[in-house]
């Protein structure tokens, strides 16, 4: 197992120790998309649906889940957030949302994890708000398209 740094030298799971590295500034972004049929985007569109404002909840959702990293995924450190941002929009060519969270710390560690879980909480947000009209979505194409900091630096999804 070697160079997986959450694992020990017997192999156990472990907290990666990072109070010997650099405070650096530091930003993530993810992406992600709901596709569901067309008469179930319209629905969130045109605000219909009988749970409220999908968007605007899964938005929330999105932050929240972001600053709850820490309490969701076991080795996850932690973190001063300076920032979370959620765009979510609608798109009839998926058809679905498209999302795009971008989360921001000056820290000893990255954002990469809180930015994918925040697209991904709005992603299950928006499925939950509108599940009793579609059953089928998908949560899908969830990945980290950018970050940017620490020892590692700047990575960009193709």
């Not at 998309?33 to 999105?62: C, N, Q, Y």
Request: aromatic share 2%; hydrophobic share 45%.
């Amino acid at each position: 197992m070697s160079g997986l740094t959450h694992f020990d030298a017997q192999g156990a799971a472990h907290m990666v120790d990072v109070s010997d590295k650099e405070v650096t500034d530091r930003v993530a972004i993810a992406r992600g998309a709901v596709r569901m049929a067309p008469e179930t985007l319209a629905m969130i569109e045109g605000g219909r649906a009988k749970k409220g404002d999908v968007l605007a909840v899964a938005r929330l959702a999105g932050i929240m889940g972001a600053k709850k990293t820490a309490d969701l995924i076991p080795l996850c450190h932690p973190l001063p957030i300076t920032k979370v941002a959620l765009e979510l929009v609608p798109d009839a060519d998926l058809p679905g949302v498209r999302i795009e969270a971008t989360v921001k710390t000056s820290g000893q560690t990255g954002v990469e994890m809180e930015a994918l879980t925040a697209v991904s909480v709005a992603a299950l947000t928006i499925y939950d708000m509108v599940k009793a009209v579609d059953k089928a979505m998908q949560l899908t194409d969830i990945r980290l398209a950018f970050k940017d900091g620490g020892k590692s630096g700047r990575f960009e999804a193709e």
